[in-house]
Structure formats: structure tokens, C-alpha cells
């Protein structure tokens, strides 16, 4: 029974719904139901989900974001790594070499410049904290290149 209730909440936390059978959820216990605890990850991912929600005016799509997420690796944990500087032009030479060109198999040229510009402008450039799941997932999004991660 508990491993029913621990896959029914996992479900629900990845589809944005109430992690508990009395339709509410607790943020302050961080936990599935029946006590199972979050995993760092999804504590992360739920984050991530929250900045495309209210920084960016998106509704995320939550398998997606997990598998970008997934897909940056360690790095999501580390608090330097896990951000993306938008003002560093070494920085987004790194996510346009390293994500644009290499992960998603894009040519190089100034499409690719406007693009982090216009994703830059939409997570706010006066944001410090840019999370690079979230910039990784915009740049899917704004080039279509979800298949990448299926």
C-alpha cells in the first residue's frame, strides 16, 4: 500500500497537483505522502517548475523539464554551476557551444545570440538567479528541439 501511495504521489508532484488524498499540499514538509521524503532532485525540479511559472510566464512541461534537468547532470547542485549569468559573454559562449551547438545540434550564427538574448530577457536580466535547467529548457522550447530528449 505505501508503495501505491509513494508512485500516486510522485505522479501528482510532477503534474503541479496536491501531493496528498485531502487535496492539499504542504511546502513545509517537503515530503510525498504517506512520509516518504523528496529527493533533492524533484526539490529541484519543483523549484525550476516555479521559476517558468512566475519569472518567465510559462507553464512547464513537467517531463521535459525533468529530462533537461536531468541532462545537465551534477552540475544542478552545485550553487555556482547551477546558474547561468546573463551580463558573462564567456558564460553564454560556454551554453551556446557547449548546450546549442553540441547537445541540441544547431550551426553556429547569430540565431543563436538572438535567441539567448530573447531567453534572457524573459527569465529578466535583473534576475540572479538563472537557472541553468531553466535556460537549457526555454532554448529547447524556442528551437524545437524537444525530440533531443525523447
Not at 50 to 76: A, R, Y
Amino acid at each position: 500500500m505505501l508503495y501505491i501511495d509513494w508512485l500516486w504521489a510522485i505522479d501528482c508532484t510532477r503534474w503541479g497537483l496536491p501531493t496528498n488524498r485531502r487535496g492539499t499540499n504542504d511546502a513545509s514538509l517537503n515530503t510525498y505522502a504517506e512520509g516518504f521524503p523528496m529527493s533533492k532532485r524533484d526539490e529541484l525540479i519543483a523549484k525550476y517548475a516555479s521559476d517558468l511559472k512566475d519569472k518567465c510566464g510559462m507553464t512547464p512541461d513537467m517531463n521535459l523539464l525533468t529530462k533537461v534537468t536531468i541532462g545537465c547532470g551534477p552540475s544542478i547542485y552545485n550553487a555556482d554551476a547551477s546558474t547561468v549569468s546573463g551580463s558573462d559573454k564567456s558564460e553564454l559562449e560556454t551554453v551556446k557551444k557547449g548546450f546549442l551547438i553540441k547537445k541540441l545540434g544547431l550551426a553556429d550564427g547569430p540565431t543563436l545570440d538572438e535567441a539567448l538574448a530573447a531567453v534572457m530577457d524573459t527569465y529578466g536580466r535583473s534576475n540572479r538567479n538563472k537557472y541553468r535547467a531553466v535556460v537549457y529548457y526555454m532554448l529547447t522550447k524556442h528551437f524545437g528541439k524537444e525530440a533531443v530528449y525523447k
